[in-house]
């Protein structure tokens, strides 16, 4: 058993980390007239030259830039494809005194398009920051919401009924070609590694949200199975050489959650159908059920296991997430599993209840458990 040289790694992370506090205040800035857009860049630009440090100095391989010229790991995406109209998400406090985030609305008003290339220019200054700092054993990774999130949230209703009378094929090819268009931009970037963020399969693990889609007009039992092809349609535009992998997410705001529920009801379809390379699985506590959902995984997918949280500060042991990593090698072949925190640190800006010390040491406890696992 050795390390993985390519994506995705054995000691791999989902994508977002806190920001800095001179980058929100510098955003708050923008959001006020005081800065332009290319000064509020610029700071980007700063702060993500250290983040990249920060992920080589702890040892990781796939190499982010933090999200950090994102607001919403979602919206920010979806919102600059033709044809999409999103509203920005509203923050509701709860009685306890807790905030969660509101779904937020996504429209397809319109036939949807790959209109411009939408990570383009930000990779290419990852990239750039990576070959500075000469790390050869690096992959620069690019996230992007699932387009699974331009029906999930609204179903048919969500979905102009003007430019799709029939959602199938049109709608799912439509949508499929634009994400064809942009990972094949940013594959002829020198792109080789992009992960898709989806929370609905892990939203249909769950039985309000299993009702809520009830609600809707849609079966939860047939959706994941319809959501497999429809990722399939955008796996068959991926370019050669490029890894393409999936983040199921429970919903991450502020160290909260928005589902759970066991892997099972979607399990066949996500591990056995979908034609990804790799699925990024949030298995920090008991929301997530047991390992048993890991039988379904084909023989040429990979699984990384994401055993450490990234919504509270307490450190894991070494000795706990080996005795996890044994559990689910139970189900599926320890060669096929990899090692990542659940979720990103900060998925939207405003980050988690998490300091960046503790931050650093979570990394470091992923790599360094990685390395005794299969080094």
Not at 31 to 58: N, P, S
Not at 82 to 111: F, M
Request: some cysteine; aromatic content about 8%; overall charge negative.
């Amino acid at each position: 058993m050795t390390l993985r040289s390519h994506a995705p790694f054995r000691a791999d992370h989902v994508g977002s980390f806190l920001r800095p506090a001179y980058l929100l205040e510098a955003r708050e800035q923008k959001a006020k007239g005081a800065i332009t857009a290319e000064q509020l860049r610029a700071v980007e630009d700063r702060a993500i030259t250290e983040i990249v440090k920060f992920q080589a100095d702890v040892g990781l391989q796939a190499i982010t830039d933090g999200e950090f010229r994102r607001t919403y790991f979602h919206i920010d995406f979806l919102e600059q494809l033709g044809g999409v109209k999103t509203d920005i998400p509203v923050t509701i406090v709860k009685p306890d005194g807790t905030e969660e985030l509101a779904p937020p609305v996504i429209r397809v008003i319109d036939k949807v398009r790959h209109a411009k290339n939408i990570q383009l220019a930000d990779f290419q200054y990852l990239k750039a920051q990576v070959e500075a700092l000469g790390l050869k054993a690096a992959t620069p990774k690019v996230t992007i919401p699932s387009p699974t999130m331009l029906h999930f949230r609204g179903g048919r209703a969500g979905i102009s009924k003007e430019a799709y009378p029939d959602l199938d094929p049109a709608f799912y090819d439509d949508v499929a070609k634009a994400y064809g268009d942009e990972l094949q931009s940013l594959a002829d970037a020198g792109c080789t590694y992009v992960q898709m963020d989806d929370t609905n399969m892990a939203y249909l693990c769950d039985e309000r949200m299993r009702e809520a889609a009830r609600q809707r007009g849609d079966d939860p039992n047939e959706l994941p199975h319809r959501y497999a092809s429809f990722i399939n349609k955008v796996v068959a535009h991926k370019p050669a050489g490029m890894t393409l992998a999936m983040h199921l997410c429970r919903g991450n705001f502020k160290s909260t959650h928005a589902a759970a529920g066991n892997y099972e009801p979607v399990a066949e379809a996500l591990l056995s159908e979908m034609k990804l390379d790799a699925f990024f699985l949030e298995y920090d506590d008991d929301r997530s059920g047991d390992f048993r959902p890991l039988r379904y995984l084909s023989k040429d997918k990979i699984v990384v296991l994401g055993l450490v949280t990234t919504k509270f500060g307490q450190l894991e042991t070494k000795d706990a997430l080996k005795r996890r990593i044994e559990e689910a090698a139970k189900y599926a072949p320890l060669d096929q599993l990899c090692l990542s925190p659940q979720c990103g640190f900060s998925s939207t800006v405003h980050g988690n209840n998490i300091a960046v010390e503790d931050q650093r040491k979570k990394l470091a406890l992923v790599v360094e458990t990685a390395q005794e696992v299969w080094g």
